[in-house]
């Protein structure tokens, strides 16, 4: 089993910056991918950013240029750093890891709002 833990979430204004962090721990043995994840309300869970253990990473186009995810290795922890929020960030954020046999294990999530 894999455990994920969200933090970093708040309220912030918009123009402001949050960094997000999801700890990983239990089996971690062949996580392949990590990610993060938002639903805002009323919406449908979308991707927000992907971190391939190898290969490059991928953004949403509404936040490249202003999110940026990475990982500490030795922390056991993937971030996201997000500059420049906009109201339409607003939203709950959610961490996965994914296996390389598929399996996938989400947080619990972390609420993100970006007041105008």
């Known amino acids: 089993q894999v455990q994920l833990a969200e933090s970093g979430g708040g309220l912030v204004q918009a123009g402001g910056s949050l960094r997000l962090s999801c700890v990983i721990s239990?089996?971690?043995?062949?996580?392949?991918?990590m990610s993060w994840y938002r639903q805002a309300p009323g919406k449908q869970r979308e991707l927000v950013a992907r971190?391939?253990?190898?290969?490059?990473?991928n953004y949403a186009e509404s936040v490249k240029g202003r999110f940026t995810i990475s990982r500490d290795s030795g922390k056991n922890t993937v971030y996201l750093q997000m500059n420049l929020l906009k109201s339409e960030d607003t939203g709950v954020y959610y961490c996965k890891v994914q296996k390389t046999w598929g399996a996938e294990y989400w947080g619990q999530g972390t609420q993100v709002t970006v007041s105008s």
């Open positions: 239990g089996t971690i043995f062949g996580i392949n991918v």
């Open positions: 971190l391939p253990m190898s290969g490059s990473t």
